[in-house]
């Protein structure tokens, strides 16, 4: 392959062909090659910019008017008043506090529970099938279904956890309810993060670790020093993406608490106002917001770590 | 079997680089020919051509005496050997070489037979029902070989097959490709960055560099008489030594030594209208102790003296490698050879010189050693344009 | 791969197998849990044992019996293969334009998928409610599909151009010169490498279907389109007075059986997914 796409005359000096200059003619194949490009594009770029494009302007447009489909008469056209009513409400602050420390600690925390899972599927002398077949459940189980699991366990009466721990109902309390999200959250996604991490921990060259241990390097510091730095940029992808997944979340908290006793992340208020409220325009704006907040996220971790994050781009190539 | 025609070939990209530039080559029923040059030279892309993996801009490609420059791969019956060597991970050894027999829709029987007695011939039988993933590096080689030979084709094409070999198993290998392509008598072009290769392989060379053919001619003509700077220096292991050094009055000047001519030189330089300055060029060989030349050989050639920078001994011969103090040649050929070689940055004042001593020198690392060469060996260049001044076409 | 100087003591092995012990109950007793509960009689539902002092099937025949479940499961399946047939196809095109085809807008594609899947599910759910709505999409099967092609085409055209960028496309060449015509050059070869990608692909991408919870619950209304997800969330029990948990139980571990079966036969091929897609991309 590489032969007849490398070998384009990068002739030097007093070269005796004369080399015509590059000129930026398309010819057929190329073009029929740009043709084709698009068309296979196409039905998933359409697809995508259908389902996405429109609607985020039709919700900034929603987020811009009165719109509460219990009294659609009253429908009207309100500028930034909406953005008020959420900025101004305490329920949204809090629950812009819950979603933020729910992320932060889970995702602290599943950083270094992944990191360990990782070392150990990495490493693992014996059983390494086993171990890697068992993580992927959680993984793959259906969110819903695991976070009844955990709520029935802490159920008083029904619960082997809530039994073990004495049948106080830990889930009417705010604090409470929410390290057991947490707990189940992280439950479910650690082993997202380890695959990821694994995949870091395959690319950090044997030699290298053999190398530092002939220079002196204890396993720690062989950890710290040769492991981490290399597989970074893998640990920021890993992080970039389980943060913003965190802060999508929905599922575990609808089930455990419904967002009672002030557990309500930005998901499940926004939720709340639009789909049990029925008010769009609220729900919109918070929509609005949320998508801000996200993009912030994003914005500043690919800032932060600039070529580490995906997409940033070798899009071609690798 | 059949010959292959190149007449005026071009490959220009649409971008409009010249890949290969008007190369005209006729290939004879059975032969053994090789494209060599560094990477870049348009050696694989010529090879595309002939196989048709790329088309041809300008000129004629005929196999067989057929004009082919339209037909697709399949239609041209020629295989071809990739430097990956391009197995289909999902079939067995088996599947790999009876591959295109299938394609070709023959029958059961005859893909059995021929996939055997290929099989057999390159010792794979035992390997037939393995897939390549389980092969070691030379397996894999021999059943590219083998899926190229079960078809009987026109001719095969080979893009640096046995470049992803370690040295051992290469030369190995090279010996039985030789072997196999005398067996078969099929017409073969092989490409080749390795000059070794193209020495030992092949029954002409095709020495090429930047798109345009340099020379063509058996190996042991282009080793005794290249064509121009480049040539002599890509041919040939360790190269030809190059110094700059300077024609009067039928003597020839440079750091090592000043010689006359000899007759036969002289002609020659005289003929060619040579310039004043040239670049003098003389085999690692054609240099000898000078305390074991007769009295006679002493005066009619060169001689200097100077400090042994590194001496190998390699049982048979010697090695010695000196840094003459002075400017090195310079030219265009010289720099891209050095730039292929990779040696283009490597640090040095001064001009390197490799000589091999008969294994009776007593010349000593860091001691200084009087060192004779043949005048008569000598060959000189045009620094402008690199031609050889001395060459003859005998 | 062994640690460094680490020679396969006996000692090491012990070692490693609690290890092992300690991850396989940290992912399995939750699991266990839910499908404990779901063998469970009723009359000892409620007695916070681990495992069932009573073995019954009855949470599972209850289930089966309405419809509320059986409808909600066939719209799980039939919305989730669809979804995956379709985001497989496209995404399947436009992976295969990425990592063989040069063409403008190539990088802009990469980067849209990168911003869908970063995107805030939940953002887009007010306005497809209001959107559904006028164009009688809401509570239907392919106003569910829809979304979830979208969502689940980043994921598959970073897992397929991973894959497909692995195929050494010098076999391509190969064919053609054994004499295969383009058209076999793709089936016979670049299809059979490319296929366990797909297949991969597949299998990913459906579980993101299978598991979507948020667009399920807020874009239908009605058993008509309800996923299982959404129809385990609104179970109340046949009676006011009798808890739910039972059929909840029996429904989460009915769903639950795909995962497991595709962990189970499939592991290797979604780790290599999951990370290939995540980390390359």
Redesign the interface.
């Known amino acids: 392959m590489s032969q007849t796409t490398t070998e384009d005359t990068t002739t030097t000096g007093a070269s005796p062909a004369p080399v015509a200059p590059r000129k930026k003619v398309l010819s057929e194949g190329k073009k029929a090659e740009r043709r084709l490009g698009w068309l296979l594009c196409a039905p998933a770029a359409l697809t995508m910019i259908a389902v996405t494009g429109w609607p985020i302007l039709y919700s900034l447009l929603l987020s811009m008017q009165r719109f509460d489909l219990k009294f659609p008469d009253r429908t009207e056209w309100i500028w930034f008043d909406n953005y008020v009513t959420v900025l101004s409400s305490p329920y949204w602050w809090n629950a812009v506090w819950v979603t933020v420390l729910l992320t932060v600690v889970t995702v602290a925390v599943e950083l270094v529970l992944g990191m360990s899972l990782a070392l150990i599927m990495h490493r693992a002398l014996v059983g390494r099938g086993i171990v890697r077949t068992t993580t992927l459940i959680p993984y793959g189980i259906v969110t819903v279904v695991a976070a009844f699991s955990w709520r029935f366990a802490w159920t008083p009466g029904t619960g082997y956890l809530a039994e073990a721990l004495g049948g106080d109902p830990v889930l009417t309390e705010k604090i409470p309810s929410l390290m057991v999200v947490g707990l189940a959250e992280i439950w479910k996604t650690t082993p997202f993060m380890a695959l990821l991490l694994m995949a870091g921990l395959a690319l950090v060259p044997d030699d290298l670790l053999k190398a530092a241990a002939m220079d002196g390097a204890s396993g720690w510091q062989r950890f710290i020093k040769i492991t981490v730095p290399i597989m970074k940029p893998a640990i920021l992808v890993a992080l970039l993406f389980r943060t913003l997944d965190a802060f999508r979340i929905f599922d575990n908290l609808f089930v455990l608490t419904a967002g009672s006793q002030g557990t309500s992340s930005v998901s499940m208020l926004t939720y709340n106002n639009l789909i049990k409220g029925l008010n769009l325009g609220i729900g919109s704006t918070m929509s609005v917001l949320i998508f801000i907040m996200v993009a912030i996220i994003a914005f500043v971790f690919i800032k932060l770590f600039g070529t580490a994050a995906p997409g940033s781009d070798d899009g071609g190539k690798r | 079997m059949a010959e292959i025609v190149l007449d005026k070939v071009t490959k220009r990209y649409p971008d409009g680089a010249l890949a290969v530039q008007e190369v005209n080559l006729e290939i004879a029923d059975g032969e053994f020919i090789i494209l060599v040059g560094p990477s870049g030279c348009g050696k694989s892309t010529t090879l595309n051509m002939i196989a048709g993996l790329e088309d041809i801009t300008d000129g004629e490609l005929r196999i067989g005496g057929q004009r082919v420059n339209e037909k697709a791969p399949k239609d041209r019956d020629i295989a071809m050997v990739f430097q990956s060597y391009a197995l289909y991970p999902h079939m067995t050894v088996k599947e790999n070489m009876a591959f295109p027999l299938r394609l070709a829709k023959v029958d059961n029987a005859t893909v059995e037979k021929k996939v055997k007695e290929a099989a057999e011939i390159l010792d794979l039988t035992q390997h037939l029902d393995r897939k390549p993933s389980n092969l070691s590096g030379g397996q894999r080689q021999r059943v590219a070989m083998g899926r190229a030979i079960v078809r009987n084709p026109k001719a095969f094409l080979m893009d640096e097959p046995l470049s992803n070999l370690d040295a051992k198993l290469r030369v190995q290998m090279r010996t039985s490709v030789s072997r196999l392509q005398k067996q078969l008598g099929t017409t073969t072009v092989y490409v080749t960055h390795d000059q070794t290769e193209a020495m030992t392989l092949g029954d002409r060379v095709v020495v090429m560099r930047g798109g345009v053919v340099q020379q063509i001619g058996a190996p042991q003509f282009l080793y005794d008489q290249p064509a121009n700077l480049f040539v002599a220096g890509f041919i040939g292991s360790p190269s030809m030594n190059f110094v700059p050094a300077t024609l009067e009055n039928g003597a020839l000047r440079s750091v090592i030594g000043d010689v006359t001519l000899t007759d036969r030189v002289r002609q020659l330089v005289e003929a060619a209208d040579a310039p004043r300055e040239v670049i003098m060029g003389i085999r690692p060989e054609h240099f000898e102790d000078a305390a074991l030349v007769d009295a006679a050989a002493l005066s009619s050639g060169g001689k200097f003296t100077h400090q042994v920078d590194v001496l190998e001994s390699m049982g048979s011969d010697k090695y010695a490698y000196f840094n003459l103090t002075g400017e090195q040649a310079a030219s265009a050929e010289l720099q891209e050879l050095a730039k292929d070689a990779g040696s283009d940055d490597v640090p040095g004042d001064g001009i390197p010189l490799v000589t091999r001593l008969s294994s009776a020198s007593g010349a000593v690392e860091g001691a200084s050693a009087d060192i004779w060469f043949d005048a008569d060996k000598v060959q000189l260049f045009d620094p402008s344009n690199g031609r050889n001044l001395t060459y003859t076409e005998r | 791969?062994?640690?460094?100087?680490?020679a396969?003591t006996t000692g090491?092995?012990w070692g490693?197998?609690l290890?092992?012990a300690v991850?396989?109950v940290?992912?399995?007793v939750?699991?266990l849990?839910?499908v404990s509960?779901s063998f469970k009689s009723s009359k000892t539902?409620?007695d916070?044992?681990?495992i069932p002092r009573e073995w019954s099937l009855e949470n599972y025949q209850n289930i089966f019996s309405t419809s509320e479940f059986t409808r909600a499961l066939i719209n799980s399946i039939g919305i989730a293969i669809i979804a995956t047939a379709i985001a497989v196809?496209?995404?399947t095109?436009?992976a295969?334009?990425?990592a063989r085809?040069?063409?403008?807008?190539?990088?802009l594609?990469?980067?849209?998928?990168?911003l869908?899947?970063?995107?805030?599910?939940?953002?887009?759910?007010?306005?497809?409610?209001?959107?559904e709505r006028s164009l009688g999409l809401f509570d239907t099967w392919p106003g569910l599909i829809?979304?979830y092609?979208?969502f689940a085409?980043?994921l598959a055209?970073?897992t397929l151009s991973a894959f497909f960028?692995e195929i050494?496309?010098?076999?391509e060449?190969?064919?053609?010169?054994?004499?295969?015509?383009p058209g076999?050059a793709f089936r016979?070869?670049i299809a059979?490498?490319a296929a366990p990608g797909v297949f991969t692909t597949a299998i990913l991408v459906f579980?993101f279907c299978?598991?979507d919870?948020?667009f399920a619950?807020?874009l239908t209304s009605t058993e008509q389109s309800r996923t299982?997800?959404v129809a385990?969330?609104f179970f109340t029990g046949s009676s006011q007075f009798e808890?739910p948990?039972g059929s909840?139980?029996a429904a989460?571990v009915v769903?639950?059986i795909p995962?497991?079966l595709?962990?189970?036969f499939f592991?290797r091929r979604?780790?290599a997914g999951?990370?290939?897609g995540?980390?390359?991309?």
Not at chain 3, 102 to 107: I, L, R, Y
Not at chain 3, 118 to 131: A, G, K, N, T
Not at chain 3, 173 to 181: I, L, N, Q, V
Request: aromatic share 12%; proline share 7%.
């Open positions: 791969m062994a640690g460094i100087g680490g396969e090491k092995k490693w197998g290890l092992n991850v396989v940290y992912a399995l939750p699991v849990w839910i509960l539902l409620a916070g044992n681990f196809v496209f995404g095109m436009a295969y334009a990425i085809l040069d063409f403008p807008g190539k990088n594609l990469v980067g849209v998928s990168l869908i899947a970063m995107f805030p599910q939940v953002s887009l759910v007010s306005p497809l409610f209001e959107i829809l979304p092609i979208t085409l980043p055209i970073y960028r050494p496309w010098e076999l060449k190969a064919a053609k010169m054994d004499g295969a015509t076999q016979r070869v059979p490498l579980i299978w598991n919870f948020l619950i807020s299982v997800p385990l969330s808890d948990a909840i139980a989460a769903i639950t995962i497991i595709f962990v189970l592991q979604i780790v999951l990370t290939s995540a980390v390359k991309g």
